[in-house]
């Protein structure tokens, strides 16, 4: 297990978090509040709790931490929780976490499905239902392009291309997405890390 | 349609595979959710599809929250729970165990490389998930502008994006859309 306080990054962030670990409780009881104040994505509110709010941790730590759970697969605010947790108290803090997370959301959501399931043939849910659909496709694009801000400041071609090859196999040839990501992830890996050699030679 | 022996254990490990294949989160699996419950296991319609969507973007917590709407339409709340665990606890335990084993190799630069491959592939993923959804909810001239429009409004403003399905609900219940 390690040692709860773990060296930091080697560089001291202007505001230190307190040494002060957080307990079991503590861990299920912020994500929870994290988790059920999150609506469109939890991430923010879970940089608000983490960094501003416990200072469990200083922003780059946040980031570099937020960074390793963005690349690999799964939710990734799920990931976060449990690396997070598992950092401070090993796998019972790992396991608060992910319950604090997951669980008082789960039941929200679960109330709504059984509503749903009962009263989702009433014509004027069905209405604003359709209307709330609407507008949540809008909020999916707008993240897209946002995302994509980075790639076209940076005239990154490849990823670019990379992006719009997955888009059309996925988006339009309805393609699975296991044989879509075996054949792009090797290539994608390989025009980046051959592009870092062409740089540094 | 053939009704399936044993739908809960259908739901484990079609989440618990599709899980190691989220690459991006949760939002950029919303295709392969399409597909595989719209149109190879057929346990919803299209409609109930973007439904499950809405109501899992009104509701708080993680947006990976679709797959127990998803497993409750399928097998009730046991349904919702095992489709959860499935979707989110094969990729906590991988978490786990890759986050250890950086923390002791330190200042590798690996990481960092691999995110920059794999940014691209889950914004194209993203995308079709928009393209999709796009297509399920957006029957109407109409209906494609107010998407439009919220695209325009999140994008160029702060605005809390719980504003934007508000005001998407009352104008679905007054009926334009």
Redesign the interface.
Known sequence: MMPPDSPPAAIAAPDTPTPAPPGLVALLTAFAKISLAGFGGVLVWARRGIVDQHRWMTPDEFNETYALCHFLPGPNVVNLAVVFGSRFRGIPGAIAAFAGLLGPPLIAVTSLAALYARFGEIDALRRILAGVSCAAVGLLISAVFRMMMPLIRRRDLAGLMMLAAVFISIGLLRLPLEAVLLAAIPVSLAITFGMRRRVAS | MNPDPNPVWTLAWTFG???????????A?I??MH?IAV?VRHWMTDT?F????????????????IV??IG??VAG?TG??VA?LA??G???V???Y???L??RSSQSRW???????????S????????????QT??RTWI??L??????????ATRL???W??L???????A???
């Open positions: 595979l599709m899980s190691l294949f989220a690459v991006g989160g949760a939002n699996a295709p392969e597909r149109d109930q973007a439904d499950v969507f809405a109501i899992s973007q009104m509701s708080p917590g993680p947006n990976v929250l127990a709407l409750y339409s709340v919702g729970l959860t979707m989110c094969p990729t906590a991988l978490a786990y890759v986050s250890r950086l923390t990481p960092a490389m691999i995110q920059m491959a794999l940014v691209p592939l914004i194209g993923l993203m995308g079709a998930s928009g393209l999709i959804l796009a909810s957006d209906a494609a107010v998407t439009a429009l919220s695209a325009v409004l999140a994008f809390n994006p719980f934007l399905l005001a998407g609900g009352c104008l679905g219940f009926g334009v859309i």
